[in-house]
């Protein structure tokens, strides 16, 4: 491509919104632009690196012996009230009417639209299994678009669907998918981790994995213990649970309750600097509401409550802390000073709290605290279970040495074993090998291709601009001659353009009248991985060669520079 016919205008400045190294380089070297809060147009260079995502995915897809199709973007309101997520989605689903004012839905995924199709097109074991998935634009409606690419309101997704007739076939299926992901972003260049998850909205009865790409800037945080394979995303990582019989904790002999003066003392800093404990001496007593359930929760204080966690052990929908007034009804004093003891609401007690001896908690009334709390004696047991985030430097729940590391990680990927949660609400079934009809196994499989572009940038940069990995960098070969105005300049870059071309080789050719400086500012921002400079060595038929991963500069005849990419593909 002549970069002088491109559609390609570099930024120097990066938009004031732009706050994340990704957004920013794209904008800047002319990938995307936006058109509005959470949707871009990728320009030629952003499309290009889009689609070597695309086939990368789709080499994998198709190894594991998956098959394409398309479904449509615009999906029946019906289908999403048939399998019960039309009100559990919530405002994220961008719902719309017809002339006819037929109730549609603009799809963020495809799980109720692929099981209506197989449901319709397959009756019989002997079909079985199948793996279908497409590559289609989603829309989800964030109430925050951010980060460019990472966070959108309309984005590029594969997604992929697994129907077999047992749990045994459904772990192939998914193991095929587990390992497709690997493949692909490893291909892609990404340092990435897969770690156990939630399923979250999507729902399932079986295992679910994330496959995090390790950044600074990644909305989720991931722990992963430092001497075995286990890793998980905050939501669902547990700390080892410590033995310890906590029947009998009550038979340990502490002193009786004691209320104190904590004039103001509402949080759990204040109450460590002000009494000179730790905050692990200390239980944090809040207020969820669940549904239309009010409950409260106590962690110690040197941790922090799970919500996910608290509502998967509910069974609950949707969950969240409570307003002041639903504090005060409940516990019958204003947030701060709400202890575990006399409540007459469920409390859902975290396993490191009921392994205390005792401890200090709200005394349930305004300026006070209370001391030598036991768990078991002072308050009930009940609800005892893992209601808390991990911290650096837990107990790694699967090896008897590893503790957790806490890393910030960009989501890419996430694979579910769904089983019959949509089968079953959709009647999705097959005739077996007795004439019997069972509901088709279900797994489902999802990669953010358009934030795969993000989290690459995000790992593949330099204070010049973007690094591309060989496998997805727009092109391979950015020719630049100092001067289109010296005929011999000219002669070799046109020579070296039409000869790697011919070769296979992807090249753009810089052939706009720009000053140098400009001409490899551009190079830089862009990011293709070799540069071959035509300058005032071209009489002697020599020309600068970079690789822009390394930034040395090498002196390479016009046949060593040509060997030398074509050796590279």
């Known amino acids: 491509m002549r970069q002088n016919q491109l559609l390609l205008s570099t ?4 938009p004031a919104d732009a706050d994340v190294v990704s957004h920013k380089l794209m904008l800047r070297a002319g990938f995307i632009r936006q058109l509005a809060a959470g949707i871009y147009s990728y320009l030629p260079l952003g499309r290009r690196v889009l689609r070597k995502v695309e086939e990368i995915v789709r080499q994998e897809m198709d190894r594991a012996g998956a098959q394409e199709l398309l479904m449509p973007a615009m999906q029946p309101a019906e289908l999403w009230q048939e399998s019960g997520r039309y009100a559990v989605y919530g405002p994220e689903l ?4 017809d002339r006819h004012d037929r109730e549609f839905a603009l799809g963020p995924t495809h799980e109720e639209v692929i099981t209506t199709l197989v449901r319709n097109e ?3 074991y002997r079909r079985l299994p199948m793996t279908l998935y497409q590559i289609q634009t989603k829309f989800r409606d964030e109430r925050r678009p951010r980060y460019g690419l990472l966070r959108g309101r309309e984005f590029l997704m594969k997604d992929a669907y697994s129907f077999d007739m047992d749990l045994e076939g459904l772990h192939e ?7 497709a992901y690997h493949r692909i972003f490893e291909r892609c260049g990404i340092n990435f981790r897969a770690v156990e998850a939630d399923p979250g909205a999507i729902g399932g009865e079986g295992g679910t994995h994330e496959f995090m790409a390790l950044a600074d800037i990644g909305e989720d945080t991931i722990a992963a213990c430092t001497c075995c394979e286990y890793a ?6 547990e700390p080892r649970a410590e033995k310890f019989d906590v029947a009998n904790a009550a038979d340990v002999h502490v002193p009786a309750i004691e209320k104190f003066h904590t004039p103001d003392l509402k949080s759990i800093d204040q109450l460590v600097e002000s009494l000179g404990v730790t905050a692990s001496e200390l239980m944090k007593t809040l207020i969820f509401k669940a549904d239309e359930q009010v409950v409260a929760v106590v962690v110690r204080g040197d941790h922090e409550v799970n919500e996910i966690k608290v509502k998967n052990y509910l069974g609950a929908i949707d969950i969240a802390i409570a307003d002041y007034a639903t504090v005060e009804q409940s516990a019958g004093v204003a947030a701060g000073f709400v202890g575990p003891t006399g409540l007459t609401i469920p ?14 908690a709200g005394a349930g009334e305004v300026d006070h605290h209370i001391r030598h709390v036991q768990p078991g004696r002072d308050f009930a047991l009940e609800h005892i279970g893992d209601f808390r985030n991990v911290n650096e430097g837990d107990a790694c729940p699967r090896c008897a040495e590893g503790i957790f590391k806490l890393y910030r990680g960009i989501e890419m990927g996430h694979v579910f074993k769904l089983g019959t949660k949509y089968s079953e609400s959709l009647g999705a079934t097959f005739l077996d090998s007795n004439g019997r009809s069972q509901h088709m196994i279900m797994g489902c499989y999802g990669i953010g291709i358009s934030r795969i572009l993000s989290a690459v940038i995000e790992q593949h940069n330099d204070e010049f601009g ?11 070969v950015h020719l630049i001659p100092i001067s289109v105005k010296d005929e011999t300049q000219m002669q070799i870059a046109n020579d070296l353009y039409e000869r790697l071309l011919a070769n296979g080789v992807e090249v753009l050719i810089d052939d706009r009248d720009e000053r140098a400086g400009v001409k490899f500012k551009d190079a830089d921002l862009i990011g293709i991985p070799y540069r071959i400079v035509i300058g005032k060595g071209a009489a002697e038929g020599m020309v600068e060669f970079v690789e822009r991963s390394k930034g040395e500069k090498e002196s390479l005849t016009v046949e060593e520079a040509y060997a030398r990419v074509s050796e590279s593909r």
């Open 232 to 237: 998980a995303n905050m939501e669902k990582a």
């Open 11 to 14: 930024l120097r400045e990066a």
């Open 347 to 360: 409390v859902l007690v975290d396993r490191a709290v009921a392994q205390m001896v005792s401890g200090i």
């Open 466 to 476: 973007i690094v591309w990995p060989k496998a997805l960098a727009p092109y391979q």
């Open 173 to 179: 299926s998914y193991m095929k998918m587990f390992n």
């Open 122 to 124: 397959v009756s019989s």
């Open 94 to 97: 961008i719902r719309l009417k």
